[in-house]
């Protein structure tokens, strides 16, 4: 069965600190895909990243970051230097595979809220 | 990137009423959509897989008569929620799939 589980609830960060959003899965597949979104107050999902299980390259996007590692089952999320903007809950997702693309239906982490004061 | 259109964005019902949720893909064809709600400060659970021209699939404990599901189209998915109650109140957000998972804005829905 596939689980995603975000151990942190709540974090709170004053404006410019790095923080890290923890994410550690359990799936059978041998192939998936991980993903990261964005939820911020006005309830809309944010698209952030997408990553495949054969690809373990840490990813750099601006003042985001991913770190892979299958064989700890986790995907984190950085954000540096973060700013108030940056508040809102993030959701990491699993999702099976078929047939080389995403089967769409997605299995979501209980979420972390992550409150940047100024 | 795609884009998944969901409306209304916000609806106040009455108990007892039914309400229609709307899901399009705007500009690709979705063979398969997505419906999920979310309570709050809780995750995203998925209600029911919606496959263009046949009968969704309904997650254990989701009640089929209850939330009606309508695929009639590969761009456009509904999701009517029957004889509302308060506790029926929540997100519901609807997913479309191409090769990536899209999102549409979700709805928020509040009976009274």
């Known amino acids: 069965a596939q689980k995603v589980t975000q151990a942190q609830t709540e974090i709170s960060v004053v404006e410019k600190e790095d923080v890290t959003l923890d994410c550690v899965y359990e799936t059978r597949d041998t192939t998936y895909y991980l993903f990261w979104y964005k939820q911020p107050p006005s309830g809309e999902l944010v698209f952030l990243i997408r990553r495949n299980s054969f690809d373990e390259q840490n990813e750099i996007s601006g003042r985001y970051s991913w770190n892979f590692q299958k064989s700890t089952s986790s995907f984190n999320f950085t954000i540096t230097a973060s700013q108030v903007v940056d508040s809102a809950v993030y959701f990491c997702?699993?999702?099976?595979?078929?047939?080389?693309?995403?089967?769409?239906?997605?299995?979501f982490g209980r979420g972390t809220q992550l409150t940047v004061w100024p | 990137g795609a884009v998944v259109s969901q409306h209304p964005s916000r609806v106040i019902c009455k108990s007892g009423t039914s309400v229609k949720i709307e899901c399009r893909s705007l500009?690709?064809?979705?063979?398969?959509m997505f419906w999920y709600r979310q309570f709050p400060k809780q995750s995203l659970m998925l209600m029911a897989t919606s496959n263009e021209g046949s009968k969704a699939t309904y997650e254990q404990g989701v009640e089929k008569d209850k939330f009606l599901i309508n695929h009639a189209s590969l761009t456009l998915s509904t999701l009517t929620v029957t004889s509302a109650h308060p506790e029926d109140s929540s997100f519901y957000i609807c997913s479309a799939r191409n090769l990536e998972a899209f999102f549409g804005q979700g709805t928020r829905l509040t009976v009274v």
């Open positions: 500009d690709f064809q979705a063979t398969t």
């Open positions: 997702a699993l999702s099976e595979a078929y047939r080389g693309s995403t089967l769409g239906r997605l299995y």
